[in-house]
């Protein structure tokens, strides 16, 4: 398997709306552990119980001076019924232009049931406090997923 393209690079600049239309700057937490995850939907089955597991674990990863941001095309108004609706506890960015998919190359041609379509490719980013990207999940499966994710995080300790 080749290495990921952005693995040990500066990770791709994020200035996105969250949830409450905050302007993020990625660039601000510099001095921080970041995980970046990319995900299809609020509100579907496999993107909920994503959202949850890493809300399960926030404080294991405020521990290692780490932050979790979700990044989906949906707008800040759903990002916001996702979060309450699911007592969600981890920041909700909205890329509906998909200018960060497409910067972190998770804008992928998919298909289901025969009918082809743009969307995100699920995947999750973890980038160092000096800002280089030094874990990279692409097509993440959630079951175990946020545990990979934290030992990795931990490894880097």
Known sequence: MKPDKLLNKTAPAIQLPDKDNNILDINDLKGKWVVVYFYPKDDTQGCTLEAIDF???????????????????????????????????????????????????????????????????RSTFLIDPDGAVRAVWRKVKVPGHVEEVLQTLQSFL
Not at 78 to 97: A, G, P, Q
Request: aromatic share 14%; hydrophobic share 35%.
């Open 55 to 121: 809300t399960k674990s926030i404080e294991q990863f405020k521990q290692y001076n780490a932050i979790v941001i979700g990044i989906s095309p949906d707008s800040p108004q759903s990002h916001c019924r996702f979060y309450d609706k699911h007592n969600l506890n981890l920041i909700l960015l909205s890329d509906t232009e998909q200018k960060a998919a497409k910067a972190y190359d998770v804008w992928k041609k998919k298909s289901m049931y025969g009918k082809s379509f743009w969307g995100i490719e």
